[in-house]
Each structure stands twice: as C-alpha cells, then as structure tokens.
C-alpha cells in the first residue's frame, strides 16, 4: 500500500511524498529509519476532510508570486547563494502550499538542476513566459535583474487586475441584491398579496394575470429552474475549456458592445508588456512572440501573434503582421510598434503602449461601470414597478367600481 507522509528532517527542513509498505506501522518504521520527524501519516486516497477544506486557502496567489520574486532578487544580488536564498524565503512564507513548492524548487536546484529547469515542476505557478525569462537571465548572468523585472511586472499585472476587480463590485453588489429582493417577493410576498386581490375581484388586469401566472410557475418548478440554470452554467463552463469552445468565446468577447474593446485594450497592453519584458531580458523576438502568445490568453491574438512569429522567422518585422488587422491592432499600435523597430528600441516603446492602454482601460472600465450602474438600477427598478403595478391596479379597479 501507498501512504502519503509529511516529516521534518533534523535540520527542521520540511519534506512530504509518499512511501510504500504493508501497513502504517510499517511505513511509519520505514520513514523513522531516514532520521524523519513524522507529522502526518495516512493512507493514499485517505486525506482527512479537513485537509482538503484547507488546501483551498493555500492557493499561491499572485501577491506570493511577486513577493517571491523580489525576495529572490534582493537576496541573490546580496549574493546570498541560490540555494540558501529559497530556504530563507520558505522559511518566511506563510502559505503552506507554496513553502512545500519552494523547498521542492530547492531540493531540485541542491541537486544539480538550473533555477529555470527547477521552476518547471510546477507549471501551473511558474508560467513559460516565467521561466523562460529566468533562463534568459542565467545565460546572460543577469538573473538578479531579471527576477526584480519579472517582480515589477507581475506587480503591474496585479495591480491592473485589483483596480478592475474593485470597480466591479459595486454593481456585482446591486445586482445580487436586487436579484434576492426580486425573488423573495416573487415567491413569498406577490402570491400572499395576489390571494386576496383574486378573493375580492372578479376580473384581473393582464399585467396582474401575467405577473401571477409569472409567480406559480418560479414556485412549482423554482428546483427545476435553479438546476436547469446551474447545468447550463456548467455545460457552457465545459464547453469553454474545449478548443474549439474558448475559440467561440473568446470571438465573443471582443464583439460585446462596450465590453469587447475594453478586453482588446487589456489584451494589448498585455502582449505588449509581456513582449517587451522578454525582448529585455535577451530572448530572440521570434522566441518571445511565441511565450507572449500563450500569455495573451486570447484565442484570436494568439493566432495573430503566431503569425507574426512565422514572419519574423523569414526575415519580416512585427508591424507588417499587426497592419494586416487594424480591427485588432489599431494603427496607433503598429505605427508604434514600427517606429520602435526602426530605431532599434522596440522594448522601449513597447512599455510607452502599455502605459497609454493602461490609462485607457482605466478610463474605459470607469466609463462602462458608470452606464451600468444607472443601467441596473433601471431594470430591476422596472422589475419592481411591474409588481407593484400587478398588485395596484385591481385595487384601483376595486375601488373604481360603484358600488351595487
């Protein structure tokens, strides 16, 4: 049987893995015999509940990210050897999950494995954009830069990511609100109301007829509804992580009204930020179009992009492709972008586009927010004087009718 451990060794140096043996017992004796400290010991398969209900407050987030690579860059231009450096710097994170990460990223490079081939083990934390960059700087003997570059970049990324997520709180707050308003007198308050509009009136308004017929049909079948919505949710959901799925998707996206050319705003200032942080860092151009288009994160951009990686290879510049499709790159962007080439300093003005795009998103997701709120408010506000209408006017027609 397979048991999953985690021990200390007697330096105090955290390890975790799995060992085979007969019985716990047995594994138990196995991993005593190393010298280890055993402080979790269960059969594989067999994780406690709590454990997993943990692990999902240990996600690394970006924040750990970035802190990781300043920490790393201080400390290696310190000239704090590599190794001592990652030891240091789990010593002092908090989140057990990437401590765990770091101290594995350690063992690798103790024994014998560059940084940029350490980082690999966990590609769903250290990107190829990540560790590509990282290689370029061992090569170039510049990794302490090219760590505080990569920590000023990821810093650039979150903070645009915190400013957007902030300004959608606030109408996600009203719709969510206004949604459990709407259904509580939906399903609660209307029925109860209507009950006795329908006991003392003979005849009711449309509106009323609709708003009831509306009411019983959400209580009957308000289960059937709220599966059929989440399996929709997930059938869409499974569907978009399928190529061809994200493919539709993202072409919708950037058709939107209002919402797409922000995402073409923020896919630009990304390829060109990403585009500018790998040219920087020593990678050939061909090279670093090809990591910026699996950063994009944009079906038809990657495609785009791959493209201009092909012409690049035969001898063509960058802004021949991007002219090709104005509707995507406006001819302020490739007109930059041929300027940079022109005068050999392409990176340069790729960090002026991203600080132009990164004001105009701002501008444009204050814009947008500033028609949806009012845009909300006039929807559910209209939802709420239907019902009221619905309830009023019998009573209005009751109290028009003269009396026998």
Do not use: C, W
């Amino acid at each position: 049987m397979k048991f999953n451990y985690q021990a200390r060794t007697k330096e105090g140096d955290i390890q975790a893995g799995a060992v085979e043996a007969a019985s716990r017992e047995a594994a138990l004796k196995v991993l005593q015999d190393y010298s280890l400290i055993v402080t979790y010991l269960e059969k594989a398969g067999q994780e406690p509940f709590y454990s997993r209900r943990l692990k999902i407050f240990e996600r690394v987030s970006r924040k750990d990210l970035v802190l990781f690579s300043r920490e790393l860059s201080t400390m290696f231009k310190s000239e704090v050897s590599l190794i001592e450096s990652l030891r240091a710097i789990a010593e002092e994170t908090k989140n057990p999950s990437f401590k765990e990460k770091i101290l594995k990223i350690g063992e690798e490079v103790e024994g014998g494995s560059s940084l940029s081939d350490a980082l690999t083990t966990f590609p769903d934390l250290f990107t190829s954009f990540y560790v590509n960059l990282v290689k370029s700087g061992e090569v170039s003997g510049q990794l302490s830069e090219v760590l505080e570059y990569l920590a000023d970049h990821l810093e650039r990324e979150y903070a645009l990511l915190q400013r957007i997520l902030a300004m959608t709180i606030y109408p996600l707050f009203i719709l969510i609100t206004f949604t459990g308003v709407l259904l509580v007198m939906t399903i609660f308050v209307i029925p109860k109301l209507i009950s006795v509009l329908v006991a003392e009136s003979q005849e009711l308004p449309l509106l009323t007829k609709i708003v009831v017929g509306f009411t019983e049909t959400v209580r009957k079948f308000i289960i059937l509804i709220i599966l059929g919505i989440g399996t929709l949710v997930f059938s869409l959901r499974r569907y978009r992580k399928t190529p061809e799925g994200k493919k539709q998707f993202d072409y919708l996206f950037l058709k939107i009204p209002l919402i797409g050319p922000l995402f073409k705003m923020i896919y630009l200032s990304r390829f060109a930020e990403n585009l500018s942080t790998l040219i920087s860092g020593g990678l050939p151009i061909a090279k670093a179009l090809e990591i910026t288009s699996e950063v994009v994160n944009n079906r038809r951009y990657q495609e785009i992009i791959i493209e201009a990686r092909e012409e690049v290879r035969r001898g063509e510049t960058v802004s021949r492709t991007l002219k090709k499709y104005p509707d995507f790159f406006p001819p302020f962007f490739s007109q930059m972008v041929l300027v940079g080439e022109k005068t050999g300093r392409l990176s340069e003005t790729l960090l002026d586009i991203v600080n132009f795009y990164q004001k105009e998103i701002e501008r444009g997701a204050e814009v947008l927010l500033s028609l949806m709120e009012p845009l909300l408010i006039i929807i559910l506000g209209g939802a709420v004087g239907i019902l009221i209408a619905a309830i009023l006017l019998p009573l209005y027609q009751m109290g028009s009718t003269p009396i026998q």
